[in-house]
């Protein structure tokens, strides 16, 4: 019923303005343009070819990876990206997250999509979305069936990956730092308000996705798993995406240097960006175990809403 409603909404919202983002008191985690990561363009660019490959089109997609930020969202992406019947978006679109872009309109969302054979399915990455309130109604609106994807690794690393991202991207753009314990403590306090902190809260964000799509078209993909050993993550969305399984071990070769895996498909070679896989900062241990100790029972909560744990510290 809720999607029904949503979507008798939609056609409301592609022609106006769609409503303010909704933010519960003390919980905004809209994006500060020093958390884009520099590695990665925060939109998709206007340029497309001037014809499309014959036979195919630009379709919605059938599949997003929702998020986490942080939580090796590219990674999955480019490795997904080896399956021949795997077509996917380039770049993060921030449709169903930035009221900006939802306003223009699902014509415009599509738009954006790569093209692709019919036999193929179209993937979407926006890390965004998961913490986004509006998201999951704007994207059960638009399809209700739609198979959502989402990559979580250890809430306190993800957290310190977060900071370490700001980080880097203000000293490239000569922006003053702060040391992360200044960010994590005030007044001798744990920081809540901190948004990496809040957005390692996945349980209060599951729930808002809970509410609009059934657990079985959530499928969560491990990301500390898949740091470690990428097959069986991918075999597992393989079964979730009903694609045949076209993706094998030797796609893969770990890379000594970067200190994880590199992908290897139709005969090149390539890692990710090198904005990934940056060492993180030395953490004051106190600080560090109070950042654990809040967040394991938010931990706790997040497992019994998915029916599964995870090795978190």
């Known amino acids: 019923m809720a999607c029904f409603l949503a979507s008798a909404f939609l056609l409301v919202l592609q022609t106006y303005a769609a409503p303010p983002e909704f933010v519960q008191p003390g919980f905004d985690i809209t994006l500060d343009p020093m958390d884009l990561d520099s590695g990665l363009p925060s939109n ?22 929702i998020g986490v930020r942080k939580g090796g969202t590219r990674a999955l992406l480019e490795m997904l990206d080896i399956h021949p019947e795997v077509a996917a978006a380039a770049t993060e679109v921030h449709f169903f997250d930035w009221d900006e872009n939802y306003a223009k309109g699902f014509e415009w969302y599509r738009e954006l999509m790569p ?59 000569h922006k003053p730092v ?17 948004k990496a902190i809040q957005r390692s809260l996945y349980d209060i964000h599951m729930r808002n996705w809970l509410r609009h799509f059934p657990l079985e078209q959530i499928h969560i993909v491990d990301g500390d798993a898949l740091i470690h050993d990428p097959l069986p993550e991918l075999q597992k969305v393989e079964r979730f995406l009903n694609l045949p399984p076209r993706i094998v071990s030797s796609n893969f070769y770990f890379n000594q240097t970067k200190g994880f895996y590199c992908i290897r498909s139709d005969g090149r070679e390539r890692c990710l960006h090198e904005s990934k896989g940056r060492p993180h900062p030395a953490v004051n241990s106190t600080v560090l175990q109070q950042l654990r100790s809040y967040l394991q029972e938010h931990n706790r909560t997040f497992f019994r809403l998915v029916k599964r744990t995870f090795d978190w510290q």
């Open 178 to 194: 702060q040391a992360i314990e200044n960010l994590l403590v005030r007044n001798g306090a744990l920081n809540i308000r901190y």
């Open 44 to 65: 998709v660019s206007g340029d497309v070819p001037s014809s499309p490959p014959p036979g195919t089109s630009k379709r919605a997609p059938h599949s997003i990876i």
């Open 115 to 173: 093209y692709s054979y019919p036999h193929q399915i179209t993937v979407e990455k926006t890390p965004g979305y998961f913490t986004s309130a509006l998201a999951p109604e704007r994207i059960c609106a638009m399809n209700s069936s739609i198979k959502l994807l989402l990559i979580l690794r250890d809430p306190a690393e993800r957290v310190i990956s977060d900071y370490t991202q700001v980080y880097f991207n203000r000293l490239e753009n």
